[in-house]
């Protein structure tokens, strides 16, 4: 790089410390857990790694399924753009087929006419369907004992509310234990309830925020009952050496599995990992739509004139 | 199994998600355009999209992965392979991508396996990876070798790989190449049986002592007995070299190879060496001119006019002769040729000949010659010029008409470490012959088996001529160069060389047009000495061990009071030197190992039988 605009490396540099500070006016770790404890916002408790007899064990009552979602959209101008879905439900096991579901969709195939971030509400909500789709018809065909799927359980509530009451009942019906794993934290449970306690730059600070680096590995803070979103039991845990924590959602009448989906959860996660079971990685690796993809379909079905058609200016920089 | 990606004329990938590539397996693909072409796998790798090459990625960890499979899925399910495929023939145009590949039958690729009638060839092992196609091959072709590998014996399920006896006269001589360890001397033992079961007259040099064929391999089900097929010499004991025959050019050769001669020493030779010599007529004109030179003139003269004996005087009056003959030679020459005679006549070669080597090899069997290796070089030059002499004679004199020579059959030299004997860059007696035989032999039908496990230091003219090469595991980047600028090997072979497990082999010919990885089969036969240094010792040990034990059975129970009286005893009985301290020592060592138990009593301790 050349010279650097002396203004420029001003005001990044202004930015980058009060980034800095407001991880600094974080209080110490031993104190910030007390609080948590203290003010019964949840317990820590450690978990363990299962062997051989407890996977077993696991086994014998039904299989694992993971499901995830993807979507990719391709780049241009609304309302020219085609969006593909696909979500994919595949239980751990040697037969390597799954349970997909797909859809493709368009601003300009939906009726009434919708504008940009409605039609991006709409793909958010399709998706949520077809990942419930997929674990429902899971659970008709394989019997799992444990569905994982990726993110917030809420967020299927919200997005898919119709089937994901069918999902409930169903999973509750047959004992099949649901759980959400969430990558990427975005609740503030903790600054919430300890508005009082905290500096005033991270009063909203976000819960993987406060806890980042406050968990051993293997660590859990269960956070207590009703404090969620209603309905659900949620946990954080740093499920590998790294340390920013996950999120993992329960129904609320499943609690009583809460440890044993915590050691499960522990155990399938590789330790230098970023702290995802593997069995997602594996999944989300097998349904991805990748820009590749996308590619040479609209280039097989759209043609290369309309691909031309559709493709920004910017793609077509060259410096 | 299906063609993907990029594709040319002469290399396509081959992918299959359930069968794993082996390298050298032939492959048919079903090219709709262009039919059916013949490829060899060269690259055979497996992928897994789930575990990706990165170190950091953390996926590696080996709990999780077992933890999976507990709960019944296996991440290797999820691998895919990929063979990098050369095609034997260059097609006219890419290969389409995506269309399907399959085994060939025997029948489709019999031409790029089997060259020549069956009964011609040398069986040296197997085709490795051609199980799948060697099912679909004729009865009689199948199980024709026995094959080791990893400590177990059996018959082969491979194609069989046989060279051409018949081919050598188009593509003559067969270069082994290899380390030690690498197998080269079993295949050098393999090639031997092989041609030995064809009755091929055959010379072998053995520095080693190793090229021994009375002995069977017990192990094997079938073991050939080829004890009368060859024929072991050593020079000295057997065969040496006739001294009257000798040319001047002979007798410097033999000379030189004991140490090299000075120019002085060789015009000495030169001069000093008539027709119709024996050695001992050569030897004492030696000794004489020598007691010559040392005497000097002056003295000689005054000897011969005092009052001697006839004897003394004839004597002194042959040294005048001498001298006034050789006046320019000097004495330090004439010593030096000496002693080089007489090293050579220690060594027993002048007092034999070659003729049991050439009945030998006129019975169509091998004829080993063993030696030192210096003596070797000497003596074959000796030998291969003879032999080779004999077999161009009768050969020239047949093509101009003249028959009725004395017949000598065609054959075989065969040699291990062949850089002492045609090295590059220097000077060796036995050069000129090979270099000679490697370039015209095949006019003659006189053939060339060398084996050396530094090709680089091979003479170039020499190696250029073999046709055939054998090559094992390589691990000197200098010889693997040189290979890979010798032959037809590919960049991939070349790369596998120093990993290449003991037996295994590349086979180089013109016949074939391409490398053929080949498992060489078990030797019929074995080496005289296999047996490991270490349990020579321990053998040796224990039966010492014995027979000291038998020795002292009868003066048992040893103790303290008759302690002297047993050494007594036993050195009386075994006429060996024991001491009270060094057959206590001896008991010791035995109760150690079981044979006696010690007791301790109040009159001290007690040595027993152990069975008693």
Known sequence: MLELDLNLRQKFEDVASKMRLRLQQRPSIKALRDTIADRGIGTFRGSQKLDTQNLLQVVEKGKIVGVDGSTNSSKGPFPYIITLQQALAKPCCSDPKGITETDALSPLTVEPVIGEDEYRELVKRNLACLEVKVALKAIEEFWPRLILLDGSLVRYKIEAPQLWEKLKSRALDGDIILVGVVEGISTNLISQCLKDELPEVIYYASDWEILFGLLDVGERLEIAQGLFKEGFRTFFMRSSTDPKPIGIDLLEEQQIYLSEVANLVYTLTPRDSRGIPLWLDIVDKSVRITDKMMESLLSAYLGDDYVELIRPKREKREL | ?612
Request: charged content about 25%; aromatic content about 8%.
């Open chain 2, 1 to 612: 199994m299906q063609v993907v990606g990029l594709t040319t004329p002469h290399e396509v990938y081959v992918a299959s998600k359930d069968r794993k590539f082996r390298i050298n397996e032939l492959l048919v693909i079903q090219d709709p355009y262009q039919g059916d072409l013949i490829g060899e796998v060269v690259e055979s790798n497996s992928y897994n999209r789930f575990i990706p090459l990165s170190i950091g990625s953390g996926i590696h960890d080996g709990d999780v992965i077992e933890s999976l499979k507990h709960l019944g899925y296996s991440i290797s399910e999820d691998e895919i392979n990929i063979g990098k495929v050369k095609l034997l023939t260059e097609a006219n145009f890419p290969i389409v991508t995506g269309c399907s590949v399959r085994l060939p039958t025997f029948d489709e690729v019999r031409s790029y396996l089997l060259k020549g009638r069956r009964e011609d060839g040398l069986l040296l092992g197997e085709i490795k990876n051609t199980e799948e196609t060697a099912a679909t091959m004729d009865h009689e072709l199948k199980g024709l070798c026995e094959i080791y590998s990893r400590g177990q014996l059996y018959k082969t399920r491979n194609v069989p790989f046989f060279l051409d006896l018949r081919s050598f006269q188009q593509y003559p001589h067969i270069g082994v190449f290899g380390g030690s360890g690498s197998g080269k001397s079993f295949g050098l033992r393999v090639i031997m049986e092989e041609i030995m079961k064809h009755r091929f007259p055959a010379l072998m040099l053995d520095p080693h002592y190793e090229m021994e064929f009375s002995e069977r391999q017990d192990d094997m089900t079938e073991a050939r007995d080829f004890s009368q097929d060859f024929k072991k010499f050593q020079i000295g004991e057997h065969i040496g070299v006739e001294f009257l025959n000798l040319s001047k050019r002979d007798l410097l050769a033999l000379l030189s190879s004991v140490s090299p001669l000075t120019e002085a020493m060789s015009s000495a030779v030169e001069e000093l060496h008539l027709r119709g010599d024996t050695y001992l007529s050569f030897s004492n004109r030696l000794e004489l001119l020598t007691e010559a030179l040392e005497k000097g003139r002056a003295k000689i003269e005054q000897g011969l006019k005092q009052d001697l004996d006839p004897m003394e005087k004839d004597k002194l009056s042959k040294m005048k002769e001498l001298l006034e003959k050789y006046q320019n030679i000097p004495l330090p020459s004439v010593q030096g040729i000496a002693w080089r005679l007489r090293r050579l006549y220690n060594s027993g070669l002048f007092s034999h000949d070659i003729k049991p080597v050439k009945e030998a090899m006129m019975q169509g069997k091998l004829a080993v010659v063993q030696g030192p290796i210096w003596l070797l070089q000497v003596f074959s030059t000796y030998l291969l010029s003879n032999l080779y002499r004999l077999r161009r004679d009768y050969k020239d004199g047949e093509l101009k008409g003249e028959a009725g020579g004395e017949y000598f059959p065609p054959f075989i030299i065969a040699t291990d470490e062949a850089h002492n004997f045609a090295p590059k860059g220097r000077d060796a007696a036995t050069k000129g012959i090979i270099t000679e035989i490697a370039q015209e032999g095949r006019k003659y039908g006189v053939f060339l088996v060398l084996a050396t496990q530094r090709p680089t230091l091979l003479d170039e003219t020499v190696t250029a001529q073999l046709n055939t090469k054998i090559i094992f595991r390589t691990v000197r980047a200098s010889d693997i160069a040189t290979i890979t600028e010798e032959t037809d090997i590919k960049a991939e072979e070349a790369r596998r060389l120093p990993y290449l497990p003991s037996g295994d082999a590349f086979v180089s010919s013109p016949l074939f047009g391409r490398t053929v990885a080949i498992r060489v089969r078990y030797p019929h036969t074995r080496s005289p000495h296999t047996q490991n240094p270490l349990d020579e010792i321990q053998v040796q040990r224990e039966s010492a061990e014995d027979k000291l034990f038998e020795s002292i059975k009868p003066h048992l129970p040893i103790y303290a009071a008759n302690f002297a009286r047993a050494v007594e005893d036993i050195n009386g009985a075994t006429g060996q030197h024991y001491e009270v301290r060094t057959l206590k020592e001896a008991l010791e060592a035995l109760v150690e190992k079981g044979k006696l138990k010690k007791q301790s009593s109040p009159l001290g301790d007690i040595y027993l039988d152990a069975d008693f």
